[in-house]
């Protein structure tokens, strides 16, 4: 008999014909012998909707009052899972984040978990019954309620297969796996069987958008076995863990893209020792989430410097930088919208130098000009116009012969 | 500087911009220098709408499972209101049934509350802010959600102000106070501008519907000042307190009345000394209400059973008479639908004797024939047909010249 956790997001339980079709899902698991605690979001568009009506009311909506809203969401899917559940004719009990013992930092909106007193689930558990969490919210030690943000339902259920020490943690989706890139825009993408956490992390950060990169860390650094799988299709899904297993020979493993990016370059900028770190403390400071910088000194010894923004911020971004224009000493700004991001990840890079070329050497025979590049041990990205995004992917896919 | 607990129905928090009007009545309290603690209940059709999804799923959804469902709808009131309130300047904090420390006996769906741990409201009202509590919801010693069942608002908000010592409690709602009888259908009915808690306990037993009565007997034994106002209109409500101060002389008060109506008579009943209490616990365990009971006994020996039931109850009751015939040991039942009650409300009955025969002669005299009669030391009702029963109201209230 083995402990799975089952993590259900908002589009699986969207309305109740989905509740009871992921109540099957619940029972498959039982039905082989194994404890079972489900983690659950809110449905389909409820938080959208919560958030619609607190606009109404208020333009900047308390945070902690926003957290007491939303965690409306998903106590209600957990109490109507637990009903279909016992339709099925299994023992069930949901359980909100602060039952759970789910405690987190005091912190609205994006709050961390710090602790899971996991007893009350455990004598729930030993008595037989199923247990549906509330995901993506918490407890403070002071009993407020908190959010954990974006992807904070996969963080729920990761974070508790690690505290119960799960065998497994099954994280339910609407694709079948993790692929080698959209199967949306490219036909031969092809799914992979197993990942390592490091290689799901770039992606997950690169927009692949299957599991939020959040829960991919948490489940490294406590080594849960996680596996993506779809709802809807009985089928096997795709296995992250430690290392890769299969397919160690290939280098690449999968092409990340996202497209909405601009490129914002600061010309003529001081060449003192604290003009960058002003810029993008300045920047962090009004929320602005900067991406890929490059630096370049320029022969009159200030620089120049590029760096990549989501476009929503573009005009943010420029008025931060205007506002505060005395302080960061430069000549002028500039920036270029319509832009794409396209990457290439894999461990196997580590002991491949030449992979990075062979990237460039693809885009460049398909004249596709690279704008701005950055790489990590198992990633390299480039920045690209966005007109030449999907054949970018597409050109990559082939080339790293992703779809074998 | 007093302590104001308000309270605001479904119908005052019905949307976004009855809450903005909800936040303007707490704030006009601030202004006055006093401290306030708002109970609010789900908005509009909320609670219905979570009752729809849950029978979707199953036709006896478990009843914590319920609970856990239906105490989101306060959960998004509250957070609302606290937002809400902070627009228009006011510190506010919304707690949850729990976190309001709203101790309840462990029953769902009809739970009691047993005590309050008022330590986090006071702290908080003693830091300025105002204290928005979900109503209708509290929490078991060992931490599962419950409901409070019908009239939980309005018992959350009596029970707060007595725990809290509040120097008043006042009930907002769509009317502008407790009236003589139904002002929808009698022009001349008249606001009370005082009314004791046992006049308002029989008025709200009999269908006013204006205050639960459950909350009118806490308050009562609590001894917290009520007040029955207006969310909409800025009058004077009515206030209910121990004893009616003003219009003493007046014997009666109100008209209460209510339609569907159904009498039941069971006819040849064995005259053994449990055949009542049979009939009366076989009922009780199927959930069904019995009102008004006459009991008559024939030359035979046998006695002739009559009882009135809401009219939703009459097949079912029908049935389990039926189905228990043999144990229950009587020759007929027989059944009237289509009837209407009827009642005059007032403290002053007590020294009154010939109330109720006035009442009966009005009636006589308008051809109204009385099928039950029921009387206690405040109350005397009669049930009569459905289609006379504004006709009996409008008589009544002239009779007892309420509308002067």
Redesign the interface.
């Known amino acids: 008999m083995g402990l799975i956790v089952q993590k259900f997001g908002g589009t699986s339980v969207g309305n109740?014909e989905r509740?009871?079709n992921v109540a099957g899902c619940v029972k498959e698991e039982t039905d082989r012998g194994n404890q079972v605690v489900v983690v659950v979001s809110a449905m389909g568009k409820t938080t959208d909707q919560?958030v619609n009506?607190?606009k109404?009311?208020?333009g900047q909506?308390?945070k902690?009052?926003?957290d007491?809203?939303l965690?409306?969401g998903e106590?209600?899917t957990?109490?109507?899972l637990?009903?279909?559940l016992?339709?099925k004719g299994l023992e069930a009990?949901?359980y909100?984040g602060w039952?759970a013992g789910i405690v987190t930092e005091p912190v609205h909106g994006n709050a961390r978990i710090t602790k899971i007193n996991t007893e009350?689930i455990e004598g729930e558990l030993n008595q037989g019954k199923v247990v549906i969490v509330a995901g993506f919210q918490g407890i403070t030690e002071s009993?407020n309620?908190t959010t954990l943000g974006r992807g904070g339902s996969d963080t729920t259920a990761v974070a508790l297969a690690a505290a119960l020490n799960a065998d497994k943690c099954d994280i339910y989706t609407d694709v079948t796996g993790v692929f080698t890139t959209d199967p949306r825009y490219i036909p031969s993408a092809r799914k992979l069987l197993s990942i390592s956490y490091d290689e799901m992390l770039e992606l997950a950060n690169l927009g692949a958008g299957v599991l939020h990169p959040r829960a991919v860390e948490f489940a490294k650094n406590y080594q849960v076995r996680l596996e993506v799988r779809s709802s809807m299709e009985k089928v096997e899904g795709t296995i992250i863990e430690g290392e890769a297993t299969m397919e160690q020979n290939l280098v690449v493993r999968g092409v990340a893209f996202e497209d909405e990016i601009t490129r914002v370059t600061v010309l003529g900028l001081s060449n003192s020792l604290t003009s960058l770190s002003t810029i993008f403390t300045t920047l962090a400071s009004n929320q602005i989430n900067v991406d890929i910088i490059i630096q370049s000194t320029t022969e009159t010894g200030a620089s120049n410097l590029s760096f990549s923004i989501h476009t929503k911020d573009w005009l943010e971004t420029l008025n931060v930088l205007e506002d505060n224009k005395s302080e960061l000493s430069y000549e002028q700004l500039d920036a270029e919208n319509k832009l794409a991001k396209v990457s290439i990840v894999g461990s196997g890079m580590i002991s491949n130098p030449g992979v990075a070329a062979q990237m460039f050497e693809v885009l460049a025979a398909n004249n596709i000009a690279i704008k701005m590049v950055s790489t990590s041990e198992i990633k390299v990205s480039a920045v690209i116009e966005e007109k030449h995004m999907h054949k970018a992917v597409e050109v990559l896919h082939e080339a790293f012969e992703l779809g074998k």
């Open positions: 109740v509740i009871l919560l009506m607190a109404e009311i208020s909506p308390s902690r009052e926003m007491m809203l965690a409306t106590q209600v957990i109490s109507l637990a009903m279909a016992k339709e009990v949901s909100t039952q009350a009993g309620i």
